[in-house]
Nanobody, 128 residues
Framework: VQLQASGGGLVQAGGSLRLSCALS????????VGWFRQAPGKERETVGC????????TYVDSREGRFSISTYNANNTVYLQMDSLKLDDTAVYYC??????????????????????RGKGTLVTVSS
């Protein structure tokens, strides 16, 4: 099982960026894929998650509306679209996977501690 995040870079505040997470080796019936980030000097925090079919998503409240997670099943890629970027969105962004899938209502449970597999991150730098 491998995950590889890509698409990071330098972007001006107010701009947009789309990150990709390429998945390989996933032969589980269902699973959860999440996006997380870690800013310099801060703890890792959760951005959001999606289920293995890309039908349901969970977002951290403060970022819902600016960030959007989507899935393209044909190439096993999960995307993180980030709009209206702010300076404090600067961080290393990671994708990770939980080999199980559980819901709270219609939202996949999305907890950093549940992730079984993690990919290397991609750096996003937002400038003024």
């Amino acid at each position: 099982v491998q995950l590889q995040a890509s698409g990071g870079g330098l972007v001006q505040a107010g701009g947009s960026l789309r990150l990709s997470c390429a998945l390989s080796g996933f032969d589980f019936a269902s699973y959860t894929v999440g996006w997380f980030r870690q800013a310099p000097g801060k703890e890792r925090e959760t951005v959001g998650c999606t289920d293995s079919r890309g039908e349901y998503t969970t977002y951290v409240d403060s970022r819902e509306g600016r960030f959007s997670i989507s899935t393209y099943n044909a190439n096993n890629t999960v995307y993180l679209q980030m709009d209206s970027l702010k300076l404090d969105d600067t961080a290393v962004y990671y994708c990770a996977a939980d080999r199980t899938l559980e819901f709270s209502g219609y939202s996949p449970i999305c907890l950093d501690g549940r992730m079984d597999y993690r990919g290397k991150g991609t750096l996003v730098t937002v400038s003024s």
